[in-house]
């Protein structure tokens, strides 16, 4: 076998069975393989940021990495954005690059790049693959690095002759690092300054925020009384009706000053301690208020889950039940639609088990609170805050699980950095319903620019954050890409329209006009 | 005034008129400056990737450098692919990236990337920006840099507190770097050169394309029989009807071989000697065969027009008149569409002094050879080979020469790469008139994968390589971001959509259905 065969042997083998891709010619015989070797699912993007955060909703939901073919350094640049989310997930991802063949990398080609230079800054791991017969152990290692505690991106450069080479061997998985066990005086302390805290607050990090992490986290908060807390923009959270509830770090710094100013312990549990999302004149950095005692339990690198049940098991039997939220589902909105009529109408529609990818911005609050009491599901957020992660990450998600139904609820603005994943919905007949939050502005950087002293925006500043003028259609865009839709005006418009998608097997897009 | 305000005057003293721009929150005092400095004209795009194209056909037609806002690591990289494709064709841009301020690096914040990593590559000029009295000479720097011969992108850093900080001071318009003056002992060897030679070839760099460059180029062919040539893809040839006939280096590898076969010199002005564009099992790399010499007059780097001219006058007078294209306008096609007919149907009703950007790959020969004796216009191509560039590019082309109608011949599958150009064109109301090559398929990839030896593409490949199930309603998608549109299935029925097309003020799209 060549060495494309040989990588992508080794990666199925090693458990990939998804391809996300937006090839060039430098791939075709990575493409070739996947023909020849098959068991890996082709799933095709129309642009490269698609691909990447496709694989990142993927691997959100389905905990392992699907595989993203990306072409030289340009198709991989288109990328960066979504990569860059994932790395700050902690997502798995392995990544190959097709590259000019190592021969004519000195004639320093049109399509010549410093792909190193591009990578490094997104990727956990990152390696300029050898010739063909070391291509199968690269790939391998390449998985093996991706699936590894924290995960992460794995980027692996191939050469075209590396690819075509003959000699190709494939290699069976090798085994990912595993995290580092609790530290047993780690868990005695944070036991200890639990039970001497008034107010304590636990920060979980992204490997507690499935079922069993939150049933663990729920059995410390009723031991001691603690509340619960995610980071701002969580990689994944179970939530809704009979689930923990658990509160998000807010957005702007001196939000988060304020509500851990209530607060005596922090707990870090497999998170870091919270920083601002910008700076600000005269604005703090980091974000943990003196009269806070923050306390590392596990670090993201650590094996959380297992010290959050060491903490547990530390803390004996629960002296309160947990606090859940209540099963009543929210009511339907009726009358204008805004922010929040818009997230109670989400709220209270979404079906049981719905996986809801939230990139609704300055929408996402107003949603957020109004879905404590929703039906069950599960919750992704823009980890990373580079926009255009929503479309494709509901994609992958939707290619992870696909029994379920999928829920962008998406802000205009950064949907049009991704929209090209709506084709990709249409192509593989996923269960995606978007919901266009059209505010017709960037509105969060109307807030920024009040923020930075303008109270009245000039005209270049009105311009760059105003999208009305010509308005974006969102339906007569979806319909470009195959996804039928419709546009809501009203809070019982948008009811109606709802029911329509969720009943509509496929993709379906709500434009609702706020 | 603060460092932002003292960055943008500098900027617009030293002469730049037009911001291309998609902010974040770290760029609102940039913005805010804007306003306070005036004189420079905001154009927003929905998508970094139309940003930087935008500022590409901006150079290629200004001969300036227009100003690229940028949001960060994450907004940077999605302007990358254009920002190689402006590398390659040395043209000018003055690229600020707001990042966080320098206070807030330590703390790792969820945007925080390395910058520097990401920008080198394709930067000819890259600093992090001082404090705000330091802010005003960066930016001069910046455009001096940019400006200089061969012209590049010009990246400065802005940490968010150099931009609000007091104690910014402007500073007057730098020197450009002067390109060399030519080397009088290569023009006396050019000249003896080309006396000796049989069949000589001059390949012509980006600066010799305009009508002055190419009337000096004509007298050199006049005096030397030696036949013209420019790269595979010209930053910005001035054609048609008039004009001296220019062949076009061709895509694949044999093709120049075989072109260069019947040469037995090749004169480089400005230019570099041609290498494969991609390496091939067994192929060459670089493409300049045995018997045939190549020299060169002047380098990408050095003052070409001046070498050139300089030739011309030590070969005296011509011997021969040049050889110019045809006045006769090329025939209107009937019957079916095909490329051939498709390229035509341009040719022929393209208006003079049409800009004609030409990413339209496999139908763009057709078009090239169609448009020989067209009415006199500006071909600008792909560059860098990145594609999703003929959409922005088409959109800056516009906003530098108000006054001529911009014709974008679009493949559909690099289109939809930054389709957000659209909204540019309509919120400008630019004069732009998008023609989609709807082939439906990555059809050079086909060619391709048969080049890799997949004479038969299996499940893999044909999904990847295949824009159907479900196809693209171009008009449809076109309508979501308010340019008009419509589709044409028949040769007749394209002429008739040319026709309505051109009539329309204001950007406009032709789907034509291949």
Redesign the interface.
Known sequence: MNGAEAAIQSLRDGGVEV?F??????E??L??A???VGG?R???A??E?VVTGAADGYARMAGRPALSLLHL???F??G??NL??AR?AGLPQVVLIGD??S??A??????A??VE??A???SAWLRRAGPAPQLGRDAAEALAAARSVPGGVATLIVP??SA?GDGGRAVAALPPTVAPAPDGARVDEAARALREAARPLLLLGPQLLDEAGLACAARVAAASEARLAVDT?PVRLERGAGRPAVEKIPYFPEQVLEMLASVDLLLLVGARAP???????GGA??LVPEGCRALELASPEQDAPAALAALADALGTAAHLPPVAAAAPPGLPTGALDPRSLGAAVAALQPEGAIVVEEALTCGLPYWLGSVNAAPHTYLAL????I?QGPPSATGAAIACPDRPVIDLQAD?SG??T??AL?TQ??ESLDVKTIVCANRSYR??RI??A????AE?????T??TE?S??????????????VPGERADSADALVASLRRALATPGPYLVEALL
């Not at 000195?106 to 399509?111: F, N, Y």
């Not at 920083?275 to 004149?281: E, K, L, M």
């Open positions: 391809c891709a937006n090839p060039g010619t430098t075709m015989h493409v070739a996947l023909d020849a890996i082709p799933v095709p129309l642009f940021g350094g340009p198709g640049a288109n960066i954005a860059h989310n700050r000019h063949a021969w004519h000195d004639a320093d080609a049109p399509l790049s410093d230079s591009l490094r800054p997104v075209a002759d075509w923009f920083v601002a999302f910008f700076g600000y004149p950095s980091r980890t990373g805050g580079a255009g603005g049009m950095y929209l090209q084709w249409a192509r969060i950087l920024e620019l923020r930075a002293g303008v925006p000039g005209p270049a500043a311009r760059f999208l003028d010509p308005a974006l259609d969102w339906v007569s865009l979806a319909r470009g890409m195959g």
